[in-house]
């Protein structure tokens, strides 16, 4: 059974879809906005993402953007949209998409895209990363070091996960809290807290050390050469 992800805010439309492509026996969830998608991507896998571009509170370039760069899933990503121009299509292929469905369109074409897609085969999985001693799967948020399963709760895995995309630069701790708590900090200082913790998980029962102060420019992870 195909398992298909619609992220569409119209409701009227995503019912009509969903009510298509369950009679072909697709398994359908639905999301209504671009933020609730990657939660259910974070939780689940997918065969292929449908999604809408103007959404409220993440749009769909934003989104396919985060799937590829932050969550790092190869899943197949088709758009919808009335947006029809040339620079509306570079958007959304530079975004992450692998194929563009100008509304209105026919629920029959877009069945004979999401097969197309799926003919061709998934691409190459990039949910997995290797970087020096460390092997991330963002998928699942796990990491290994040396092969040794590390566990990490998620704002752990978070804060590597940020240091291993900016290695071997270092990132300011504003950097750092801005992405964990963009509301605000819960607490005096959390972020000490939690880079302690990591070290403790990290690099105590290692030779050396990942996780470095850099004196004035926050921390960043020391991947040996």
């Known amino acids: 059974m195909i398992k298909v992800l619609l992220v569409e805010d119209d409701k009227q439309l995503s019912a009509s879809l969903a009510d298509y492509?369950?009679?072909l026996d697709y398994d359908v969830d639905f999301?209504?906005?671009?933020?609730?998608?990657?939660?259910?991507?974070?939780?689940?896998?997918?065969?292929?993402?449908?999604?809408?571009?103007?959404m409220p509170i993440l749009d769909g370039l934003d989104t396919a953007y985060a799937i590829r760069h932050d969550q790092h899933l190869d899943v197949p990503i088709i758009f919808?949209?009335?947006?029809?121009?040339?620079?509306?299509?570079?958007?959304?292929?530079?975004?992450?998409?692998?194929d563009?469905?100008?509304?209105?369109?026919?629920?029959?074409?877009?069945v004979c895209r999401i097969?197309?897609?799926?003919?061709?085969?998934?691409?190459?999985?990039?949910?997995?990363?290797?970087?020096?001693?460390?092997?991330?799967n963002h998928q699942l948020?796990?990491?290994?070091?040396?092969?040794?399963?590390?566990?990490?709760?998620?704002?752990?895995f978070q804060i590597l996960s940020l240091l291993a995309k900016?290695?071997?630069?270092?990132?300011?701790?504003?950097g750092l809290e801005d992405h964990l708590w963009p509301e605000?900090?819960?607490e005096s200082d959390p972020l000490r807290t939690h880079i302690y913790r990591l070290r403790q998980k990290l690099d105590k029962p290692f030779k050396h050390n990942l996780v470095v102060t850099v004196h004035g420019k926050g921390y960043r992870l020391a991947i040996p050469q």
């Open 21 to 23: 492509l369950t009679e």
């Open 31 to 54: 999301a209504f906005n671009g933020k609730s998608a990657l939660t259910l991507l974070g939780e689940d896998s997918y065969d292929v993402v449908i999604m809408d571009v103007s």
């Open 80 to 98: 919808l949209t009335a947006r029809d121009t040339l620079e509306d299509k570079l958007a959304g292929f530079k975004s992450g998409a692998d």
């Open 100 to 110: 563009y469905l100008v509304k209105p369109f026919s629920s029959e074409e877009l």
């Open 115 to 136: 097969e197309a897609i799926l003919q061709r085969g998934k691409l190459v999985n990039n949910a997995i990363q290797t970087l020096g001693e460390l092997t991330f």
């Open 141 to 156: 948020h796990q990491v290994q070091r040396e092969g040794t399963h590390i566990e990490l709760d998620d704002i752990q």
């Open 166 to 174: 900016h290695a071997p630069s270092p990132i300011s701790r504003i």
């Open 184 to 186: 605000g900090l819960p």
